[in-house]
């Protein structure tokens, strides 16, 4: 029996995985998956090649620099990104993995389970809705529930509920643990200026930077009434 070259494999989960995070389901350009992983322009290019032969992203055209998945490509990137979601929240809940640590575990370990263990995980972990950073965790087989609105988005006077906050960069999610911006803080949005965003809750306050805001999914509890 062939043995299959993991490293090859990976590279195909990785990828279909970022395109799918990166574009929320619609086709990305390359010069943004590149920064998105931290590769070279030229490698998505190689990538690309070898995705679109094992038909997990629709064929290059002269006119559009956009990579989109098939509907092939979805489904893995799907499955992928169910078993890194299953796999954070087992670290975080049932070994107490430091939420700063979830994500890079999970990125190792999504390789080598198959879907079967990741079904077991989910039936064992009580078949949660959202992983610790608060992102959904695909259902099998299914999209990815819509993302909420941003903290970008909302405006001073808002009554929010942290829903998501961002995994991939530790420094920024140590800053978040840190000023306890965490998903279900209920606060209201005090101020934003070039510095950050000022929330306060039950707990005390809190201020996010700026550049973090657009990252971090929350959902409105009650906007000011005009002449409030």
Same mark, same amino acid.
């Given at each position: 029996?062939?043995?299959?070259?993991?490293?090859?494999?990976?590279?195909?989960?990785?990828?279909?995985?970022?395109?799918?995070?990166?574009?929320?389901?619609?086709?990305?350009?390359?010069?943004?998956?590149?920064?998105?992983?931290?590769?070279?322009?030229?490698?998505?290019?190689?990538?690309?090649?070898?995705?679109?032969?094992?038909?997990?992203?629709?064929?290059?055209?002269?006119?559009?620099?956009?990579?989109?998945?098939?509907?092939?490509?979805?489904?893995?990137?799907?499955?992928?990104?169910?078993?890194?979601?299953?796999?954070?929240?087992?670290?975080?809940?049932?070994?107490?993995?430091?939420?700063?640590?979830?994500?890079?575990?999970?990125?190792?370990?999504?390789?080598?389970?198959?879907?079967?263990?990741?079904?077991?995980?989910?039936?064992?972990?009580?078949?949660?809705?959202?992983?610790?950073?608060?992102?959904?965790?695909?259902?099998?087989?299914?999209?990815?529930?819509?993302?909420?609105?941003?903290?970008?988005?909302?405006?001073? &006077?808002?009554? %929010?509920?942290? /829903? @998501?906050?961002?995994?991939?960069?530790?420094?920024? $999610?140590?800053? =978040?643990?840190?000023? !306890?911006?965490?998903?279900?803080?209920?606060?209201?949005?005090?101020?934003?200026?070039?510095? &950050?965003?000022? %929330?306060?809750? /039950? @707990?005390?306050?809190?201020?996010?930077?700026?550049? $973090?805001?657009? =990252?971090?999914?929350? !959902?409105?509890?009650?906007?000011?009434?005009?002449?409030?």
């Amino acid at each position: 029996m062939a043995r299959v070259d993991r490293s090859a494999e990976r590279a195909k989960q990785d990828y279909v995985k970022a395109i799918l995070q990166l574009g929320a389901g619609l086709p990305v350009r390359a010069a943004d998956l590149a920064r998105y992983l931290d590769v070279s322009r030229a490698a998505v290019t190689k990538s690309r090649r070898i995705l679109e032969r094992a038909r997990l992203v629709q064929r290059a055209s002269a006119r559009m620099d956009l990579i989109a998945l098939t509907p092939r490509g979805k489904s893995l990137a799907t499955r992928m990104l169910r078993r890194h979601r299953l796999i954070e929240t087992f670290l975080h809940r049932s070994l107490g993995v430091p939420l700063v640590e979830l994500h890079a575990q999970a990125e190792a370990i999504e390789h080598v389970i198959n879907d079967d263990i990741a079904a077991r995980l989910e039936r064992f972990l009580g078949n949660p809705q959202a992983d610790p950073h608060g992102h959904p965790i695909p259902a099998a087989h299914r999209d990815i529930p819509a993302a909420d609105a941003s903290l970008a988005q909302v405006t001073a &006077g808002d009554m %929010l509920r942290i /829903a @998501s906050i961002p995994d991939r960069d530790p420094v920024s $999610l140590r800053h =978040l643990v840190e000023q !306890r911006i965490l998903p279900g803080l209920e606060a209201t949005l005090v101020s934003r200026d070039r510095k &950050g965003v000022r %929330l306060k809750s /039950a @707990s005390g306050e809190h201020v996010v930077e700026s550049g $973090l805001a657009p =990252l971090i999914g929350v !959902r409105v509890r009650r906007r000011p009434r005009n002449g409030a």
